[in-house]
């Protein structure tokens, strides 16, 4: 680069302004202007109103909104503390799983729930929840009887008439090869 194209390249990032993120009452606010310039039918300009009036409601709600904290990615010492005293028990987890952790979040995997203290150990309990107890069912049904519960979930009565076929061919024509 040369010392020019250095200058202006400088000057564009100290003068750059990111585009403002637009509010939902901006686009009604423009539609009224655009209606009322130049000559209007008193129906436009009633709805011109109405679009004002619904800015202002917009504008309302957007100032009574709560306003978003950014999420602070946590020190990379309590990470590591966390890591270790992970490994000291047993469990394998990643960076970003650990941040979870260390942000309140829980973690669900291979029947547990790990939670983070903040103390900065890991607590792991047995998950009980009724989501568990369901995909138990279903690792139980595909390893004894091999059935997969991903294609009776995702498409039942493609399953269904799978099963029907293989069963009973007579029926299955009757209901899904419309009598032939």
């Known amino acids: 680069m040369t010392r020019e194209q250095r200058k202006r390249f ?10 403002r993120q637009k509010s939902p009452a901006d686009g009604f606010e423009e539609m009224a202007f655009a209606l009322t310039s130049g000559d209007c039918t008193d129906a436009e300009r009633d709805r011109a109103e109405t679009y004002m009036k619904a800015a202002k409601e917009l504008r309302q709600q957007e100032s009574e909104m709560p306003t978003r904290v950014p999420i602070v990615a946590p020190p990379a ?23 979870l952790l260390l942000h309140g ?18 607590r792991r309990r047995k998950d009980t929840s009724q989501d568990r107890k369901i995909a ?45």
């Open 105 to 122: 979040e829980n973690l669900r995997t291979d029947g547990y729930i790990i939670s983070a203290t903040i103390n900065g150990e890991i």
């Open 77 to 99: 010492d309590r990470i590591a503390v966390l890591e270790d005293y992970a490994r000291t028990i047993g469990v394998e987890l990643s960076r970003g799983q650990l941040a």
């Open 136 to 180: 138990e069912i279903w690792q139980h049904m595909k390893s004894r009887h091999n059935v997969d519960s991903g294609d009776i979930r995702y498409d039942p009565v493609g399953n269904y008439a799978d099963m029907l076929k293989k069963a009973d061919p007579e029926a299955w024509r009757r209901l899904f090869a419309g009598g032939k």
């Open 10 to 19: 400088t000057e564009s990032v100290r003068n750059y302004k990111p585009d």
